[in-house]
């Protein structure tokens, strides 16, 4: 089948991705090798079927960088006793059953802190697929420190075949081959392969549990191998041949919680101490895993200010966490689609048997973890708000999906809020800069009156009372049926 054949079928039959939360900018395919991000491009321009993107999904790669580099203050703030107040009336008679932690930076020479039961620690689910790219990418920065292009060669450079590694793992990744324009949404498997980059990208896009195995199996070669890596396969095989899951185990610990604790995070409230695969956990010895909303926040904050290993590494899991597919859970409210966000989000629930109850996802009655963490900046034009935040909770029966997806709204709102008298300032001055005189009429001009409204004459509407354009989906364009999305997959 020729090129042009390809396509006509991707139009007509193309599965549109819905249930994965997929990210890095996507003008970003030449520089990274990643391939989803050109099929996703082509998708913008129609040349192939899928989802149009909201406009705080469209940002290029130059613009996304750490924002508070010309800070230098540490992770101390007092409370705002103001922000504690409206979480809890957010969040009701659910509150103890909660931690959250807000770092408003929308001033940022005056930031605000909150936090609801901050303190609270446990399992974050795949939010710990974070601690493994700050794992990666400190012992990238370790081989290669002065030389930022040598990462970036063992990132684009380096391709992995999956092995067992991956088994097993529900979550689906896109494969896309920009020569051929073959597509496909599925599960990872034994002997698909790709660069490294686009195992990260699986890791914290899709959330692929596969994907964040083979990574930690990276890491162990990386840390073990130094510069030489990546190895040939036969001494790959040699290595995993003359050692036992205890001693790889140790040499993953040790680049684990080095890196967190190098960066100025506590590793007793923050640590993923395992792997993501049956298979994994099988072949690398670990240890619990938790994590918790103050210290999430703070990881944050270092990569804003891009102190998380270094500003490359700081900019490199920004735009890894960038959201530029269907958003999902805390990051899916319509109050955030025209802004930028970076999220990461993990679920861990289950069900024991009870009288009349049916047990659905995020809807556990004897486990329902639900954890979130976000960037959130924006508009592009104005950058208005900027904030950080990180969400863990544990609310039996309830939907927590939906749940996170109200507090995202309503932490927005109280942001804007705050700073309401300042935005309006700013709009006012941005207002008044965008008026344009009239030129003088000159002595001798002619002066052209406006010609009246005729009846049957259009009347053009423009202000509060215009109805504003359709949705990014086809401007107003004729589409082809969709193909009904995949559903989000219960659990991550």
């Not at 042009?4 to 395919?29: F, M, N, T, W």
């Amino acid at each position: 089948m020729n090129m042009r054949a390809k396509a006509l079928a991707l139009l007509a039959g193309c599965v549109v991705i819905a249930g994965a939360a997929l990210a890095y900018p996507i003008d970003a395919y030449d520089e990274t090798g990643i391939r989803r991000l050109d099929y996703y491009q082509r998708a913008q321009t129609g040349e192939v079927r899928g989802r149009k993107l909201s406009p705080g999904a469209r940002l290029s790669t130059d613009y996304i960088e750490p924002r508070l580099l010309d800070t230098d203050y540490g992770f101390e703030f007092e409370t705002d006793e103001t922000y504690v107040r409206q979480l809890k009336s957010f969040l009701g008679a659910d509150a103890a059953r909660y931690g959250v932690a807000v770092l408003d930076v929308t001033d940022p020479d005056n930031p605000i802190y909150a936090d609801l039961n901050g303190g609270l620690r446990e399992n974050v689910g795949s939010v710990g697929k974070m601690m493994v790219g700050l794992a990666f990418f400190q012992a990238l920065a370790d081989i290669y420190p002065d030389d930022v292009a040598a990462r970036e060669r063992i990132l684009k450079g380096t391709w992995i075949v999956a092995d067992d590694f991956v088994n097993f793992d529900h979550h689906e990744v896109v494969f896309w081959d920009p020569e051929t324009m073959d597509f496909a949404f599925r599960q990872v498997r034994p002997g698909d392969s790709g660069s490294l980059y686009e195992w990260l990208d699986w890791m914290l896009s899709a959330s692929n549990n596969g994907a964040a195995s083979t990574v930690e199996k990276h890491l162990i070669l990386l840390k073990h191998f130094g510069a030489e890596y990546p190895v040939s396969a036969e001494r790959e095989a040699a290595f995993f041949a003359e050692t036992g899951p205890k001693s790889r185990g140790e040499i993953f610990l040790d680049a684990m919680n080095g890196a967190v604790i190098r960066n100025g995070l506590d590793p007793d409230l923050l640590r993923q101490g395992s792997f993501f695969t049956r298979t994994g956990k099988q072949k690398v010895a670990g240890t619990t895993s938790y994590g918790n909303p103050r210290e999430l926040v703070h990881l944050l904050m270092l990569i804003e200010q891009g102190r998380m290993v270094d500003t490359w590494s700081s900019t490199e899991m920004k735009r890894l966490l960038y959201m530029t597919q269907k958003r999902i859970r805390y990051a899916s409210h319509p109050a955030l689609f025209d802004y930028a966000v970076y999220f990461k989000s993990g679920s861990l629930y289950s069900c024991q048997p009870e009288p009349d109850f049916v047990c659905k996802k995020y809807q556990g009655n004897k486990r329902n973890q639900l954890a979130s963490v976000a960037i959130v900046e924006g508009p592009e034009e104005t950058q208005d708000v900027h904030y950080l935040v990180a969400v863990s909770s544990n609310v039996l029966y309830k939907n927590s999906a939906v749940a996170h997806q109200t507090l995202a709204m309503r932490i927005h709102r109280m942001i804007e809020a705050r700073h309401a008298e300042r935005l309006a300032q700013r709009k006012a001055e941005r207002a008044a800069e965008a008026v344009v005189p009239n030129p003088p009429v000159l002595e001798g001009d002619p002066v052209v009156p406006d010609p009246p409204v005729l009846e049957g004459d259009p009347v053009v509407i423009d202000g509060p009372d215009a109805m504003e354009g359709v949705d990014e989906v086809g401007q107003g364009e004729p589409q082809a049926p969709q193909t009904p999305s995949p559903p989000v997959l219960s659990t991550d």
